[in-house]
């Protein structure tokens, strides 16, 4: 279960750093094409446009938030397991 566990902390960190990424590089990238188009946005894509928007202007608050979620999430990941406690009688 320990093992099952370490995976699953690990690949959610390299999930919000891979989303981190792409919002602050991806979607800017993709934002004045898509505007540019004329229509009605879904809300989801101003949602995303708007958490993008947020992540650039923000960078210096988000960047170390995200840093600090994933190396947390590192470490319980992969801390060593505690051993039983010995009483000794």
């Known amino acids: 279960m320990r093992v099952l566990t370490s995976i699953v902390l ?3 960190s390299f999930l919000i750093l891979a989303a ?4 602050y590089f991806w979607v800017p990238r993709f934002k004045a094409n898509v505007l540019d188009l004329g229509i009605a946005l879904p809300r989801w894509q101003v949602q995303l446009i708007t958490v993008s928007d947020i992540t650039v202007n923000y960078f210096y608050i988000v960047l170390p938030a995200v840093l600090a979620i994933c190396i947390g999430l590192f470490r319980v990941a992969f801390a060593p397991e505690e051993e039983p406690s010995r009483t000794e009688s």
């Open 10 to 12: 690990a690949a959610l």
């Open 20 to 23: 981190s990424f792409g919002l």
